[in-house]
């Protein structure tokens, strides 16, 4: 065999991850996986996090989309109940989730799996399918910028979700819950039909993936996440920020700033200060950047527990979603 021959057979070979998630709860201990050495691959940050999902585990892939006046939430579990509490009753630790919502009204539903999918045959790629959920998802990065498509196939929902960004961000940890979001701020297109109805729009779109071997309320006492897409003076403001407080009073945090593509916190801890009322949150990012953000549309709720709004910010234009919990 020629040199050549042999190069292209094993250029195939060369990447390849295949990960199945099973629906049932294992009895086992769930370890860090870590992906091969292509650190900073897509592949790598969208891979299986931990090595099984006993009862105290979950890993989970998120992805949303805000505009003036609709979002939609969609969350790929692999989760345990005892690991995550506000999710529904089932035998399987997989489901899809999806809330969909315009002008504050909110259309939700779960979507038991019996197995995950994930699969990447290059590190610029991963495929994840909640298989009999109907849903999948699919992100690729280019050279100058990534995509990630979802599609769903339900009785009586259908269609699909593309996010794109120009950039990759990269691999984050926050203390004992690890954290990536590989696209802090893109452009987002829904094409959905749900009982024959289409709902299409545009809007800002956001994927990250989080995960722990603990139990999360072991971890999290109060927490508050969330992202923007603002315009000040002609110019774009991409805001992530997560603040998180720990049943033993440890404060953790994490916030990316960018300003028309200029990153100007690149998910900096100890820089965060958050503040709630009942109709705002104040985020400051070193008290330089002060944001007010109004809770105008509830978009799901485990009353008192979560809730999670999308709205605007008092005097930027431009939209925001975001949570807090208070465990
Ligand atoms: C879990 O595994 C341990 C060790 O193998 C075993 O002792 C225990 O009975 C198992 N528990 C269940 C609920 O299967
Ligand atoms: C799951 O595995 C992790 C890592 O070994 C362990 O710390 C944790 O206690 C396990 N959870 C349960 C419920 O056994
Ligand atoms: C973790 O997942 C939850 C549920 O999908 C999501 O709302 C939240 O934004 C994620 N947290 C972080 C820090 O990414
Ligand atoms: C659509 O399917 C979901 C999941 O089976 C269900 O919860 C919902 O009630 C169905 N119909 C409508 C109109 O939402
Ligand atoms: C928690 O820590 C903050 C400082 O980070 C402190 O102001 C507060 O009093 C502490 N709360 C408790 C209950 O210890
Ligand atoms: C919050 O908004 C509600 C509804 O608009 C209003 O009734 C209430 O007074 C507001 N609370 C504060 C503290 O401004």
Redesign the pocket.
Known sequence: MSPLHLLLLLLPLAYSLTVTIPSAVQ?????PLRVSSELASLASLDAPKLS?I????FDWWYFDVVAREYSLVCTFFAASE?AFPFLYPSSSVLGAYLWLEKDGQVWHAHFPASLALLHSSHPDEIAGDWQDAGFVFDGVSHDDHLVYQLDIHTANLTGSISIQAPMMRNEQYLSEIGWVNPLPDGTAQVSLVLDGKEISFHGSGYHDKNWS??AFASRVSTWSWGHAHLVEQGRSVSLVWLHVVSPANETSSAVYLAINGEILANYQAGILSVSSTENTTRVAVREEFVFTFLKERVIASNDPYYFRWAGREMDRPGVVLFEQFTL
């Not at 009895?27 to 370890?31: D, K, Q, Y």
């Not at 006993?54 to 585990?57: E, F, G, R």
Request: glycine share 0%; aromatic share 0%; net charge neutral.
């Open positions: 009895n086992a201990s769930s370890l099984a006993n009862a105290s585990a005892s071997n603990q």
